[in-house]
């Protein structure tokens, strides 16, 4: 990925800074983005160290349009171009459908849903207006297409940025040949999702039971695939998407 530029939003922890990683080992130069500058420049720290590629980070707040626009100007004068998009950035918490207030789901809504969008069309209009055939991946969850019983923000935010990934692989693969996939992770341990999760050791077994494969995900794993789809390797896959969970998600009947 030398002379490659990716952009990966909620890149200063958790799976994005793995992501990260793994573009600067293989030489790409690589955005973050955050809320907190702090974690952003340790982050960048730990990342630069990880291979030839370069890192720089930004701050800012999917939720706004204005900053995603800045977002896409550093990078262009940083690096000269963007390459690939990882719509990482999340926003999550557990809660019972009937007691999540308002502006509980609207935060995740905006976070998750309008976040994603606002930096697909922004990226996605500097590609069109340079006739540049990028690619972006969005990183859902399995409750996308399932229940997601006690995340019911989330779930349907996730279940909108599966249908945007289809929706605008067509429509962009069409026009512009731009490519977009989607990464469904299950547990994966060093997240922050795994985290909420894991509050009680009862909790941390239940998870565990529910995996065929008796373990969490490594990050380094969703980061392999991450690499993979933005790969040539991949030059034809388009509107799909990868679930790494273990096996998670089928597993309805456990024997
Ligand atoms: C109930 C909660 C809550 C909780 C926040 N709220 N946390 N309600 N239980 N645990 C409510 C608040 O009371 C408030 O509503 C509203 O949500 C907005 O909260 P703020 O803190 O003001 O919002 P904000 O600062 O914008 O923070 C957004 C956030 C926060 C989503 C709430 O958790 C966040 O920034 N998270 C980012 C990191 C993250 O969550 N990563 C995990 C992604 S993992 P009121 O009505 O009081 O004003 C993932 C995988 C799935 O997605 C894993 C399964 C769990």
């Not at 500058?37 to 939720?63: C, H, W």
């Not at 490519?179 to 547990?187: F, L, Q, T």
């Amino acid at each position: 990925m030398r002379n490659k530029t990716v952009i990966v939003t909620g890149g200063s922890n958790g799976m994005g800074k793995f992501m990260a990683k793994r573009f600067v080992e293989e030489g790409a130069n690589v955005l973050i983005t955050g809320r907190t500058e702090e974690t952003l420049s340790t982050a960048k720290q730990e990342i630069e160290i990880s291979g030839s590629g370069n890192v720089e980070y930004f701050v800012m707040d999917v939720r706004k349009p204005d900053q995603v626009a800045n977002m896409v100007e550093l990078s262009i004068s940083k690096f000269g171009q963007i390459d690939h998009l990882i719509n990482n950035a999340a926003g999550n918490f557990i809660s019972p459908a009937e007691k999540l207030s308002v502006n509980g789901w609207n935060s995740v809504i905006d976070i998750v849903l309008n976040g994603t969008f606002y930096c697909s069309k922004e990226v996605g209009n500097y590609w069109i207006n340079n006739e540049w055939k990028g690619s972006i991946i969005n990183i859902v969850a399995t409750y996308a297409w399932n229940a997601g019983a006690g995340v019911i923000h989330s779930a349907a935010a996730k279940a909108g940025v599966l249908s945007m990934t289809r929706t605008l692989a067509v429509e962009w693969g069409t026009k512009y040949g731009i490519r977009v996939n989607a990464i469904a992770p299950g547990p994966i341990e060093r997240t922050g999702g795994a985290e909420k999760l894991f509050l009680s050791e009862e909790a941390a077994q239940r998870t565990l039971d529910s995996v065929p494969l008796h373990r969490l995900g490594k990050p380094e794993e969703i980061a392999g695939v991450a690499h993979f789809l933005c790969s040539d390797n991949a030059g034809y896959i388009n509107g799909e998407v990868i679930t790494m969970d273990g096996g998670q998600w089928l597993n309805k009947h456990p024997f």
